[in-house]
């Protein structure tokens, strides 16, 4: 994938490996009126074609500065996939299933070494249990705070995974940071604070939010686990302190 901005306009080269037609359906998605105000939308509503390559065309909008991190709009993010995950799909184009589950199997596989962590992430992923058939929804895919620009307001961005699915793996990052002790538990408690005050549909009323995340938190764990790991090796270094944690991780998954 290759993203180039010039002036107040973005272009994205998607990966070869993104299906272009379950790209079609997403990109209009986020052009239609039922996403307004919630997605950044394109400003193309059709997928164009460079060199072979799936092309994309975007406003520019403002992402979050790195020394923003304290501040952080987790808030406004949990509001917008609230938001997102309350859009009837009747008001959408028919959407393809949404990447969220698919990303740590692939992740997983992107692993060559066999060494302890290899061996301790995959069988962290095996034992993964079968996800519960639950309602399906409009989801984001693949949320994180990357995936949120200001241009006079905060919107969602990336189309790549957008689909029908569980909401709540949309939760699952930020559910996983807070469970490998990455994020804090104030900051935790504010995102799905603002979260449920949305009326958001992921957890369920008058739930243990975990009953619905738990699942998603230990399947992001190790997705995130196995892209450390991959980075590691393709850096010829070792293991940081945040890897490390998301390991260790792993470890507590296979010893539960």
């Known amino acids: 994938m290759v993203v180039l901005r010039r002036g107040e306009v973005v272009v994205k080269a998607h ?5 272009v037609e379950a790209l079609r359906p997403r990109l209009r998605a986020t052009a239609s009126a039922a996403l307004a105000g919630i997605m950044l939308a394109p400003l193309e509503p059709e997928v164009l074609s460079v060199a072979g390559r799936a092309v994309t065309v975007w406003p520019a909008g403002r992402p979050i500065r790195q020394d923003e991190t304290d501040s952080a709009p987790w808030e406004e993010g949990a509001r ?8 009837p799909l009747t008001l959408l184009p028919a959407l393809p299933p949404a990447g969220g589950p698919a990303r740590a199997a692939r992740a997983v596989r992107r692993m060559t070494g066999d060494g302890p962590v290899e061996q301790l992430v995959r069988r962290a992923f095996a034992e993964l249990p079968a996800p519960e058939r639950l309602p399906a929804l409009a989801t ?3 949320w994180h705070l990357g995936q949120l620009v200001r241009r006079d307001r905060w919107l969602l961005i990336d189309v790549d995974d957008l689909g ?3 909401p709540a793996w949309d939760l699952a990052r930020p559910a996983a940071w807070y469970a490998a002790g990455l994020l804090e538990p104030a900051v935790w408690d504010r995102f799905l604070g603002a979260y449920q005050a949305s009326g958001g549909p992921a957890l369920g009323a008058g739930q ?3 009953q619905r995340l738990d699942l998603p938190a230990r399947a992001l764990t190790v997705q ?6 991959v980075n590691a090796a393709r850096e010829s270094r070792e293991l940081d302190e945040v890897e490390h944690s998301l390991v260790e991780s792993c470890n507590r998954i296979v010893r539960a």
């Open 15 to 19: 990966s070869l490996r993104d299906d």
């Open 208 to 210: 243990d939010p975990w």
């Open 140 to 142: 984001h895919g693949d």
């Open 224 to 229: 995130l686990a196995a892209v450390a790991v």
């Open 164 to 166: 029908v699915g569980d």
């Open 80 to 87: 917008l996939l609230a938001r997102l995950h309350a859009v």
